[in-house]
């Protein structure tokens, strides 16, 4: 995904939706912080995304930390089913998951869960993830392109290949699947002429020896 700012790794945040509930975002830019802990969301759209959360009959009931901001949630694991989904779709194509393995602390001494995301009063331009997001997939920082990957196992890259396209045409089309036969046959090449010209020589000693002997 291209950045789109100097000075931090940002991307566009094109959506998100907790569950099936559409959650409309005002700020419209994520960034990545490999050097925070927590999660932090500007606070109109925080509000939005705890409501999509917390709501309902079977929502788990949570009390703020007023000192460190800090949401602590009733939960059983960070598996616990009241906790549902969210998708964070980015870079105008690629929507990420995180589920309440990802976005849950659990602490087993107080059966209690520490809710990652944080409202940000300060800075109301991006949304920030920190390493609740960055566990869940690997980031590539591209400092020459100006991208950054991610990758993951839940991730919908958005892409609906056309039905009319076959498999083989894909194949004979993908440059990196050329690339690799190409080094596969340099490494046969590699392999064989030694061999052969170690067959020939054998041959040529063998036909000199039986001159020898006749």
């Not at 999660?39 to 409501?51: G, I, K, N």
């Not at 998951?97 to 869960?113: A, D, K, T």
């Not at 300060?122 to 920030?128: C, M, V």
Request: hydrophobic share 35%.
């Amino acid at each position: 995904m291209k950045i789109n700012s100097d000075s931090y790794w940002q991307v566009s945040l094109d959506g998100v939706k907790v569950g099936d509930t559409e959650v409309i975002n005002q700020v419209e830019d994520i960034v990545f912080d490999s050097g925070a802990s927590l999660m932090y969301v500007p606070s109109a759209d925080y509000r939005r995304l705890s409501s999509a959360i917390f709501s309902g009959s079977n929502a788990p009931s949570c009390s703020l930390d007023t000192a460190s901001g800090i949401t602590f949630c009733d939960c059983t694991s960070i598996t616990d089913s009241r906790y549902p989904e969210i998708q964070l779709t980015m870079g105008h194509q690629y929507t990420f998951f995180l589920n309440g393995s990802n976005y849950l602390i659990y602490e087993s001494s107080r059966r209690r869960c520490i809710f990652t995301f944080i409202e940000d009063t300060t800075i109301q331009k991006f949304w920030l993830v920190g390493d609740p997001f960055l566990r869940a997939y690997v980031a590539v920082h591209d400092m020459d392109s100006q991208r950054i990957g991610l990758a993951g196992r839940h991730i919908d890259n958005g892409y609906n290949p056309p039905d009319d396209v076959s498999s083989s045409s894909e194949e004979e089309d993908d440059p990196f699947l050329a690339y690799v036969i190409w080094i596969l046959i340099g490494v046969a090449a590699t392999v064989m002429i030694p061999v052969s010209i170690c067959i020939v020589r054998r041959c040529r000693r063998k036909a000199n020896l039986q001159k020898i002997h006749d």
